[in-house]
């Protein structure tokens, strides 16, 4: 009897340790502005050994797997002039989706950090358009690219107020839904407010306001909003979808999918990270970092792996 009082005490002593250790381990919405400030400031001063990374630390950048301290870390001079940040305490994820000086010029940047229990940076995920970037046709095409289009059409900062927020299975839903949309060719069916505006590498957006809504007939194929025109975008899948973190207080929804051509097309894949705001549980704008992948490249090299490197040479195999 005394033993099994003894066995229960020290089960009572670890379950009250445990308890303090798994808050302590928890990154909330503080913690992870805190661990993203500290990491966005390294990269900025060119030195890993400020951001607190963790042994394994993994990073990619246009999913090509990335040394620390290579990369945008090199070539980067600062912030640019939008800089968003999204947080997600139930994943310990953090966001930024703004703009990254490069001596004279700017590109647009979209950064996934996840943090451990440790209180570690452990994964990077970057995505970064550039003004000459190869275009949809590769070497030798423009790419689409319009910085300041965006600076002029940044983001909104906000909290959503809490009884106006959707759930985040709901959100989530609804920005799948804008993918299922673009494969089966229509905009009738996403879930997506009037005016919807898209903007790709800070291109877009403002067009879409100066006409009028389609008819509802015309199964939005008239470019008047983020569900229009999808027929022509020959994309036969949106694979690898994923959808990385939710922003409840601000109603966003940061997600990265690759559009897969039709076999034998020229055009290339389209690799990217999307932010996707999100009013009345319906999209209102969708910002993107968007590349154009070579077809050589696995896409999107993060888990889950299994099946999930599509690229342009295995569809032509599969032909």
């Not at 799948?176 to 879930?191: K, L, M, P, W």
């Not at 957006?205 to 100066?210: A, C, V």
Request: charged fraction near 20%; aromatic fraction near 8%; include cysteine.
């Amino acid at each position: 009897m005394k033993r099994q009082i003894v066995l229960a005490m020290t089960a009572l002593g670890l379950a009250g340790l445990s308890a303090p250790a798994a808050a302590q381990g928890k990154c909330d919405r503080k913690c992870l502005a805190g661990k993203l400030d500290q990491f966005l400031n390294a990269v900025v001063a060119h030195d890993p050994a400020k951001a607190n990374l963790w042994v394994g630390f993994r990073q990619t950048q246009n999913a090509v797997l990335l040394h620390q301290g290579d990369g945008i870390w090199k070539s980067n001079t600062g912030i640019g002039p939008i800089d968003r940040r999204y947080y997600d305490a139930d994943t310990s994820q953090a966001e930024f989706f703004g703009t990254v000086r490069e001596s004279d010029k700017m590109a647009v940047v979209s950064l996934r950090l996840k943090i451990g229990q440790g209180g570690q940076v452990t994964e990077a995920e970057w995505h970064i358009a550039r003004a000459a970037d190869p275009g949809i046709m590769g070497e030798g095409s423009k790419a689409t690219f319009d910085v300041d289009n965006l600076v002029a059409h940044p983001p909104a900062q906000r909290t959503v107020p809490v009884a106006q927020r959707a759930t985040r299975e709901q959100l989530i839903a609804a920005v799948n839904s804008y993918f299922d949309g673009i494969v089966a060719q229509t905009g009738r069916h996403v879930q997506a407010n009037d005016g919807c505006m898209r903007f790709e590498n800070g291109m877009g957006g403002q067009e879409w306001n100066r006409k009028p809504a389609p008819p509802a007939d015309a199964d939005f194929q008239s470019h008047t909003d983020c569900r229009s025109g999808y027929a022509s975008l020959n994309i036969v899948n949106v694979a690898a979808r994923r959808y990385l973190m939710v922003d409840v207080e601000a109603q966003v929804v940061m997600a990265s999918a690759v559009f897969m051509r039709e076999p034998l097309n020229p055009k290339r894949r389209n690799c990217f990270m999307e932010v996707f705001y999100l009013d009345g549980g319906k999209i209102s704008s969708v910002y993107a970092a968007m590349t154009y992948a070579d077809a050589r490249i696995p896409l999107p090299n993060w888990e889950p792996y299994e099946g999930n490197f599509p690229t342009g040479q295995s569809l032509i195999n599969a032909r």
